[in-house]
C-alpha cells in the first residue's frame, strides 16, 4: 500500500500563485508515475499533469505554461507550482500515484483550491 498526503491548497486572486506538495509514504518502490488530478464542482475529475520515474512529464493543455510538475525522489514528495492561476482552477487537487501494476492507483484526500476574480 500507498499513503499519500497533500498539502498547499488555499484561496488566492487571479493571477497568484499556490504550490501543492504530495508526500508518500509505504512502498514507495512500487510508484511508477506521479501525478495531480483536479475536480471542480458538478464536473469529472480531470488529468492536470504527471511526472514519471524517469522525470518525463505531461501537462494538460489547460495547464502548460503555467504549472509544473517536479518530485523529490529523496523525500518521496512531488510538487505542482501552479502560477498565473485563474477562477477556472478553482478545484480539489488530487494527488495520485500509479503503481507498477497499472491496475493499481492510490489517491490523496484532495485539497481545496479556490482562486478569486
Known amino acids: 500500500q500507498v499513503q499519500l498526503a497533500e498539502s498547499g491548497g488555499g484561496l488566492v486572486q487571479a493571477g497568484g500563485s499556490l504550490r501543492l506538495s504530495c508526500s508518500a509514504s509505504?512502498?514507495?518502490?512500487?510508484?511508477?508515475?506521479m501525478g495531480w488530478y483536479r475536480q471542480a464542482p458538478g464536473k469529472q475529475r480531470v488529468l492536470v499533469a504527471t511526472i514519471r520515474d524517469g522525470g518525463s512529464t505531461y501537462y494538460a493543455d489547460s495547464v502548460k505554461g503555467r504549472f509544473t510538475i517536479s518530485r523529490d525522489n529523496a523525500k518521496n514528495t512531488v510538487y505542482l507550482q501552479m502560477n498565473s492561476l485563474k477562477p477556472e482552477d478553482t478545484a480539489v487537487y488530487y494527488c495520485n500515484a500509479l503503481s507498477r501494476d497499472p491496475s493499481i492507483n492510490y489517491w490523496g484526500q484532495g485539497t481545496q483550491v479556490t482562486v478569486s476574480s
Open positions: 509505504g512502498r514507495t518502490f512500487d510508484i511508477n508515475r
